[in-house]
């Protein structure tokens, strides 16, 4: 199934960037009259008829649309530190697109050996990967923020996790297993994984803070758990940055679905 | 903390081969006397004395052995279709590495866009995932084989599932989180971990199948179901082939550890 990316919508009138407009009609030959599917990044498929191929920027009117398609019965916001190899977090960014992520905030830890991160490649990289996962909410990126101004405050409601590997004084760190293990199951029927705004308080709203590889200090996990986090482990295998950012998102996956 | 790997053992004597050596003096500049940890891909954490620093291929004299070091309490082996991009499968193999596997089968099936596989640089980035991630067994990669070939005969004490996206007649697949619920947790106290071998029939053997970018063929899931597979699914999402592999993973991990 072929899908297509667009934000640029009014009522029912669609039209495709300069480059979506490339594929839809250069590379797969769509004409006027056709039917194509389009994201709208908000979680939303768009059953569309092209209009108008002419020119740099199709049109096609809405003839059909269905809310919170391919979504997930949660709400995930992974906080994690960029990896000195860009490549790795950006496969991370892939892989949790596919298997279910909502917000990604990239984290500048104290030991994060990059302190500098450009988001536009993150974008591009989660649309593609929205598309072709066929979820039609693109998870959003946030700009890079510091681990300290991260954490000035949250809603109440949220479950809120720090994964570090240091060990506490008294270690404080429980099994990310038996944190979620406590959690209620929402109901994961259609009815759930369809309503109109997967983000909506009504789904479990879930936090996970993930350090560089030189992990987060001891301060910054002591901020955090005054901030209301719990200290978590991912038991005793040793994973890089972005491979315990992708088991965590596994994990609250295979939770809730 | 810094690991080398030799399989290269003669009682106490241990010897680096050329690029370990090189490692470990020329870059490292470690000297005759010195303590260095050794790994024998089998699953032993071997402590040693350099005894010869000079030539091509340092020896070292074992003081003390750690067997089943970084080992986890389940024996599993994924067989999974390699992508047509190989940078894809070899991802894969790192992760799964880090989080947990014990060996890989490259299956080629039907529908299989790479029929070819070469193992060599896969044994090379399983050596260096086991050292990176404090692992002293370093996963088993077999020859690619065919599904077909694949599925002849198996121990009847391992759990055996099989992923595949397409609908069965009467849908026979279950999620992969009720299988798993369904088994006993063994005991994970150290000293299960450290049991002396790892893959002993004490520890849960699992097997999963993975099929490639165009789905395993009706066919061949058939014959996996008549071989004593069980048909699984991963929930709602749509994911590549190397993530549904590493999301096996990351489920088998997350239940036993």
């Not at 995930?76 to 892989?95: G, I, Q, S």
Request: hydrophobic content about 40%; glycine content about 6%.
């Amino acid at each position: 199934m072929e899908l297509f990316y667009s934000q640029d919508i009014e009522g029912t009138l669609l039209r495709l960037d300069e480059e979506e407009t490339r594929h839809c009609v250069k590379v797969l030959r769509h004409r006027t009259g056709e039917e194509i599917f389009v994201i709208d990044g908000q979680g939303r498929l768009l059953k569309c008829i092209l209009t108008s191929t002419a020119g740099s920027r199709a049109q096609a009117e809405i003839v059909e649309r269905t809310p919170s398609w391919g979504g997930h019965p949660y709400h995930l916001t992974m906080a994690v530190c960029p990896t000195k190899n860009n490549e790795r977090f950006e496969w991370f960014l892939e892989k949790a697109c596919e298997i279910g992520v909502d917000r990604i905030v990239p984290l500048i830890g104290e030991h994060s050996e990059r302190k500098v991160y450009k988001t536009d490649r993150a974008r591009k990289i989660l649309v593609s990967a929205a598309k072709q996962s066929l979820k039609a909410a693109v998870p959003v990126i946030d700009e890079p923020v510091s681990v300290k101004a991260f954490l000035k405050g949250f809603e109440s409601d949220s479950l809120r996790l720090i994964a570090y590997c240091f060990e506490d004084e008294t270690d404080l760190r429980r099994s990310i297993n038996d944190v979620l293990a406590g959690l209620p199951k929402p109901d994961t029927s259609e009815a759930t994984l369809h309503k109109p705004d997967a983000s909506a308080s009504a789904v479990p709203d879930i936090i996970i803070m993930i350090g560089p590889e030189g992990d987060f200090s001891p301060e910054e996990a002591h901020a955090a758990r005054a901030a209301g986090f719990l200290p978590v482990h991912f038991g005793p295998s040793r994973m890089r940055t972005e491979t315990a950012a992708l088991f965590a998102v596994s994990a609250v996956y295979q939770h809730f679905v």
